[in-house]
């Protein structure tokens, strides 16, 4: 997953490092008139902004448009229930107040990101995958795969959106955010080994490649079908 996130007070820097300590992909706005610039360009999972911002550079309708499906999230500071009402229905998907544990903050964050993606619960099921969001781990039965975190995002991406193209460009997006893109030989060779990893399982998911366009997860058997995995290997 990776947000964007408006850093535009100190209580939305202190949200935006939690969101890093726990592993979340993040993209930093600390300019809130940029931030409109920031949701149209970049491929992240939420929008998280302060209340004060709306109105100034950003309204939530004009959000919402540029990026239908990319849900939003609201900190404000002990907001009137009229005011949350009009935030709901103007295009935001949760409002959270800055007053909020760190804890339950990440939790609504989290959940809102994953049920835009149509995940209920933090655990994924993709044939013989399951893939924990909360944890960042990869299992295959009761074998971990020992993915460094640039393979477990590539993977992460390509599992919330199974059996659909994800454009070489837009994963490369998520992945790196505005820093610097590896060359087209260092992420072939990520590409190379998040395949060696799910080998053994080739038979009921893989990875395919689109040529000239970008890759695809394949899942042709449910975990009850899949066969045994006695073969994986615990190695990274």
Known sequence: MRYLIGETNWKMV????????????????????ELADFHGMGQHDLLVLEAAQLGRAVSLADLRAQRPGLPICVVASNPPPERIAQWLMAGADAVIEDTAPLPEALAQLSAVARRAHGVAQPVI???????????????LGDVTLSLSPKLYEILEFLVLRPGRLAAREALLSHVYGFEDEPA????????????????????????????????????????????????CSRAA
């Open 14 to 33: 202190t949200l935006s490092k939690a969101v890093a300590d726990s592993g979340v992909l993040r993209t930093r706005c600390e300019d809130g008139e």
């Open 125 to 139: 099921e993709r044939g013989p995958l399951l893939l924990d969001l909360e944890q960042r781990r990869a299992h």
């Open 184 to 231: 087209p030989r260092v992420f072939d060779v990520y590409m190379c080994n998040l395949r060696a990893h799910l080998q053994s399982v080739g038979h009921a998911l893989k990875i395919e490649t689109v040529r000239g366009a970008g890759y695809r997860l394949e899942v042709t058997e449910r975990r009850s079908d899949a066969r045994p995995l006695a073969a």
